[in-house]
């Protein structure tokens, strides 16, 4: 059961959708330009409770659960994907790794102010040789005395250069068969031998920034690992991505419907010869094929995350989810810039910036290919252990 009935929550999907629609979509241009969210959309999104709405409200969050995420996702997504990107790692990746992982004490230090937007918390697991395989981290995590030493070197973390928290992966010990001796700690990001480099330039999503994040002999004291446990943090590391798998996969939906109401409006009034290119009927088997992939991809969505909600499959669902809608998005944005012809190659035109913001998607919270092997790996250990 969510904390949010279905009335509050209405309200809140279409105070969001006004948000988008109203404020973020007349300010797109200036976000690219800028490679910035603007101070007062980042105010507004505070205001509306945006940077905790997936934080239980106990700790001051919204408390929407996975199904109503998605519908916000799906909003979220139609417009430059940097606005979701600026509160994404607070109530995904990062604010997950607490909510599910965190003990009380560790909840109650860091929950609210993430859930009110004045601590950004990113996410830091990716290293320089252990992207998709988490388990090959190398930063380390030495005890002294009742301390941790922390030292290593993070790559492409999303929020870093805002961040007031870091949620660092290290590694305690060597795999064995134990686990993977992989913990989590919180790590904020003034303390002393936390280095965070210059942004990267990314091919898009302007306005999101990303940067290295290097960690030298960084002292935390016991209370910073999460949930005072050395075995948790490899657990801990993915289930908040397959979580998060559904939420991109949502925001994935929110593009490729933006992309397909862009060609369509296109395609109704651009005229070749004085003929709507629309009335070709090759443009139409166009927008038919975007369409299709929109509904296909919305309505695997909300499936996914009702598995998720009723506990039924965290695992293949959140996966194929992602697979499915993030490669439609890409297809979908692809046609949206053949229907736009010359048009689409130009900057400043919605479909161009589309095209490069959701190729990330394919990528980041496991690419493509990883999700292909959590599925089919899925599929036959289940029967495996039938057998
Ligand atoms: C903009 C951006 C934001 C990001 N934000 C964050 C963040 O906030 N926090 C964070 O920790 N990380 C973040 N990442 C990192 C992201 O999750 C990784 O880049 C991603 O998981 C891929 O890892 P990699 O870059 O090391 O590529 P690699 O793992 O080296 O992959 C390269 C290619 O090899 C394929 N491949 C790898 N292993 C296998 C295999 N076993 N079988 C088949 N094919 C395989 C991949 O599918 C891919 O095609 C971000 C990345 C980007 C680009």
Redesign the pocket.
């Known amino acids: 059961m969510s904390e949010v009935s279905d009335e509050d929550f209405a309200e809140i999907l279409s105070q969001t959708r006004r948000f988008v629609r109203s404020s973020v979509v007349p300010r797109e241009a200036e976000i690219l330009a800028d490679d910035r969210v603007p101070d007062d959309l980042r105010e507004q999104a505070k205001a509306m409770g945006l940077f905790g709405y997936a934080i239980p409200q106990q700790w001051g969050g919204l408390g929407l659960d996975l199904r109503q995420d998605v519908e916000l996702a799906i909003e979220l997504g139609y417009t430059s994907l940097a606005v979701r990107s600026m509160f994404g790692?607070n109530n995904g990746?990062a604010g997950q790794v607490l909510v599910g992982f965190g003990t009380e004490e560790q909840k109650s230090r860091w929950l609210a102010p993430i859930a009110s937007g004045e601590v950004v918390a990113?996410?830091?697991?990716?290293e320089p040789?252990?992207?998709?395989?988490p388990a090959g981290l190398l930063t380390q995590a030495l005890r002294d005395g009742s301390d941790w030493l922390i030292t290593g070197q993070?790559?492409?973390?999303?929020?870093a250069p805002t961040a007031e928290l870091f949620i660092v992966f290290a590694r305690t010990r060597p795999a064995d068969d134990q686990g993977a001796g992989i913990a989590v700690f919180l790590v904020p990001a003034d303390a002393s031998g936390v280095v965070v480099s210059p942004k990267?330039a990314?091919m898009g999503?302007e306005g999101?920034w990303?940067a290295d994040v290097g960690f030298t002999d960084v002292r935390v004291p016991d209370a910073a690992l999460v949930g005072g446990s050395e075995d948790l943090g490899y657990r801990a590391a993915l289930t908040s991505l397959a979580r998060g798998r559904v939420h991109i996969a949502a925001l994935a939906v929110g593009a490729a419907q933006r992309a397909l109401d862009e060609s369509v409006a296109y395609a109704a009034t651009a005229t070749q010869g004085s003929t709507p290119i629309g009335n070709f009927q090759l443009v139409q088997a166009m927008l038919a094929d975007q369409q299709t992939g929109v509904l296909a991809g919305r309505a695997m969505v909300r499936d996914a995350a009702r598995m998720w909600v009723a506990d039924e499959d965290r695992r293949i669902a959140p996966s194929a989810a992602k697979l499915f809608c993030t490669e439609m998005a890409g297809k979908v944005a692809d046609l949206a810039v053949q229907i736009h012809g010359g048009s689409g190659y130009m900057r400043g035109v919605p479909v161009e910036r589309i095209y490069r913001d959701v190729r990330?998607l394919r990528?980041?919270?496991?690419?493509?290919?990883?999700q292909r092997?959590i599925i089919g790996s899925g599929l036959v250990k289940a029967a495996q252990r039938k057998a």
């Open positions: 790692t990746i990113s996410f830091a697991l990716t040789g252990a992207g998709s395989n993070k790559r492409f973390i999303t929020n990267d990314k999503q999101a990303t990330l990528l980041y919270e496991g690419t493509s290919e990883i092997l």
